[in-house]
């Protein structure tokens, strides 16, 4: 009987943030290939002595699938293990989609990507009634293009919340990308965390007009998210409006209104 393969999402550092079902599928793995350079490798204590564990950083694509496949049909129960979700920027499909080829099966456990990490970080809800209903998750074109509907400037023409993946390293081109969509401002707040979750975390905050300096200052050049919009104002000033949900005059499904 071949093995599965499972992918799993590792959260983005703290080793308690990934998923029990995750965590599980690693207790009982004979084969564990990781993401090296974000997964924490104390998720890997939680193997069992016998499996066979590889970092895929210095692998290739064909290093990584003949990996996967030769433990599947060998029976043994496989884990591909990925910072975050793997469904975000893990390029997870072409993997998928050798699976296939090879006939395979394969499952995918979610996790926590590094939005949410950043966004507990900060204590920072990221939809506000009145300010935001809208999350936006993307990045800067870098060796991989972006389309080019999607160039900041025309996601930022929407506002809204903005997290931005793999693009710390380009803050000038960030702030001026974002600016152009013509609705946030030089005084729009922005946070960036670098390494949620991890001991070494650390978070920047500012406007449009002063972030690219101070992140330059705090010599963040990789491994951080960055946080743009208005939501970001209601640690500082307050909910400009509470939600509707918890409204005492507001009845719905689970609850009477009080009134
Ligand atoms: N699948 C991952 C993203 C992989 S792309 C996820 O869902 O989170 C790698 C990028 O993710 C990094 O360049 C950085 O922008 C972001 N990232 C991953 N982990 C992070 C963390 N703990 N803190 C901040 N950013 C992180």
């Known amino acids: 009987m071949p093995g599965e393969v499972l992918f799993v999402g590792a959260g983005p550092g703290d080793p308690e943030l990934i998923t029990l079902k995750g965590l599980r599928a690693l207790q009982q793995a004979d084969l564990v290939v990781y993401?090296?350079?974000?997964?924490?490798p104390a998720l890997l204590e939680e193997c069992h002595k016998n499996c066979e564990i590889h970092d895929s950083a210095p692998l290739n694509l064909d290093q990584v699938l003949d990996l996967l496949i030769a433990g599947a049909k060998a029976g043994q129960k496989v884990v591909r293990l990925h910072t975050g979700d793997p469904g975000l920027y893990g390029a997870i499909q072409e993997q998928m989609e050798a699976l296939d080829a090879a006939e395979i099966s394969y499952r995918v456990i979610p996790g926590v990507t590094a939005t949410f990490a950043a966004a507990a970080s900060l204590k920072q809800e990221l939809t506000l009634p009145g300010v935001s209903q809208t999350l936006v998750l993307t990045r800067l074109a870098g060796r991989t293009p972006v389309p080019d509907s999607e160039a900041l400037r025309n996601i930022a023409r929407i506002g809204g919340t903005i997290c931005l993946y793999l693009s710390v390293g380009m803050m000038d081109k960030l702030v001026e990308e974002l600016l152009a969509g013509?609705?946030?401002?030089?005084?729009t707040p922005v946070a960036v965390v670098y390494r949620a979750s991890w001991p070494d975390e650390k978070v920047v905050e500012g406007t449009l007009s002063d972030i690219a300096e101070k992140v330059a200052e705090a010599g963040i050049t990789r491994q951080a998210l960055i946080l743009v919009?208005?939501?970001?104002?209601?640690?500082q000033q307050?909910?400009?409006?509470?939600s509707k949900l918890y409204d005492p005059g507001f009845a719905h499904g689970y609850r009477d209104s009080a009134k």
Do not use: D, I, M
Not at 35 to 40: E, F, K, Q, T
Not at 182 to 187: D, E, I, L, S
Not at 238 to 242: A, Q, S, T, Y
């Open 35 to 40: 993401a090296g350079s974000l997964v924490n």
């Open 182 to 187: 013509g609705v946030f401002t030089p005084q």
């Open 229 to 235: 919009g208005e939501v970001l104002k209601a640690r």
């Open 238 to 242: 307050g909910v400009p409006e509470k």
